[in-house]
């Protein structure tokens, strides 16, 4: 893999020693053992409910519950209804906005892929040997590291899993990547992720765990209001997909990035996007959002919403400062906004954040404990 920048070869010994050196596929290969025998017509409520114990697909189901709301029951229903060859019909658990979405997201994306893999069995199998063939897990960490404002012993434990919405996932030590969700949502360009791809992807949720132990500690020496502790986990979310994406994902090349099919659709959006970052900083610093409300101006930055507004902030300011500015901001997000703004001035660009709100995101959590 070609970086554009470089860390020290005993850096990348220390890091890469803890690295896991295989990927575990249990969960993969028994949802695509699963989804063969429901091809031949056999419905297995027994297997079903075996599958949904395994760590991968709890995992799955964790991943639809952090801005959504789903449960271990909705996900089984879909499940049933994809063996049957029938797209589910599934009802929020609750009134609520993150219900909604969670239930969307499985009858749009969980359902549907789980129907194309019921008839697509074998390219299935195929994919998990390729995958767990060529993957190159040694790479993971140090790319991850590389990529942080301070050093952070990382560990994780890596997975491919399959039946989820996200095509990649971190929850505290563990990573995975759907092959279905790839597989079925590059179906039309037959285009699925290539190895250097798939050790990016784990590379960048990797980042995600060290990220967030960096983040974590800079947020205990603060002492945040309500309205700020939104602000704060708004503009947090902004920077872990932000950075993740433009110095893993694209290797700190916007050109790189814009090339890429996962995100176009969103890079388009940015003007709309900018513009409703700033809205949603705004109504959380004023404090008249409940945590129900704040649900629903973020949807905007579902799918790759957060990662192409965080890319291109950090994006401008690579161009003035470099990378090293852009870890500088990483170390305090606070800084995002007061400093893109005096980057985006220099670069001429369109947009840029009301100082008002620049200065209070700046000041955030000023009073220490």
Not at 123 to 150: C, D, F, G, H, W
Not at 244 to 266: P, V
Request: charged letters at 25%.
């Amino acid at each position: 893999m070609k970086n554009r920048w470089l860390i020290s070869s005993a850096l990348l010994l220390s890091v890469a020693s803890s690295a896991q050196t295989a990927v575990d596929s249990t969960q993969a290969v028994a949802m695509q053992k699963l989804l063969e025998r429901c091809h031949a017509g056999e419905v297995l409520s027994a297997a079903i409910d075996e599958l949904i114990r395994l760590q991968g697909t709890q995992l799955i189901i964790a991943q639809q519950n952090i801005s959504r709301r789903i449960t271990a029951d909705q996900y089984r229903d879909v499940l049933i209804s994809a063996c049957k060859g029938e797209a589910a019909d599934i009802k929020p658990s609750d009134p609520g906005a993150r219900a909604l979405k969670g239930a969307e997201g499985l009858m749009r994306d969980v359902g549907p892929s789980l129907l194309w893999g019921r008839e697509h069995v074998g390219a299935l199998k195929q994919r998990i040997a390729y995958a767990s063939a060529n993957v190159n897990t040694t790479q993971v960490v140090p790319l991850a590291v590389q990529n942080l404002p301070e050093k952070i012993e990382l560990s994780p434990k890596l997975y491919f899993v399959m039946g989820g919405r996200a095509g990649a996932a971190a929850f505290e030590n563990a990573i995975y990547i759907d092959l279905l969700a790839d597989a079925w949502r590059s179906r039309a360009r037959s285009s699925a992720m290539s190895p250097e791809e798939m050790t990016e992807f784990f590379a960048h949720e990797t980042h995600h765990i060290g990220y967030g132990e960096i983040l974590e500690k800079r947020k205990k020496e603060l002492r945040l209001s309500s309205g700020e502790e939104q602000a704060w986990s708004f503009l947090t979310a902004i920077m872990m997909e932000g950075s993740a994406t433009l110095l893993i994902n694209a290797h700190g090349s916007w050109a790189h990035l814009a090339k890429q099919d996962h995100i176009k659709a969103d890079i388009a959006r940015l003007p709309k996007l900018l513009a409703a970052s700033q809205r949603v900083l705004q109504e959380a610093l004023s404090g008249r959002m409940d945590d129900e409300k704040y649900q629903t101006p973020i949807s905007e930055f579902l799918r790759e919403g957060y990662h192409a507004t965080g890319a291109w902030l950090l994006h401008v300011i690579e161009q003035v400062q470099g990378k090293s500015g852009v870890l500088r901001v990483m170390d305090d997000p606070r800084k995002l906004l007061s400093v893109y703004n005096n980057c985006a001035t220099e670069t001429n660009e369109t947009f840029r954040f009301e100082s008002a709100i620049a200065n209070a995101v700046e000041h955030m959590g000023r009073g220490k404990h």
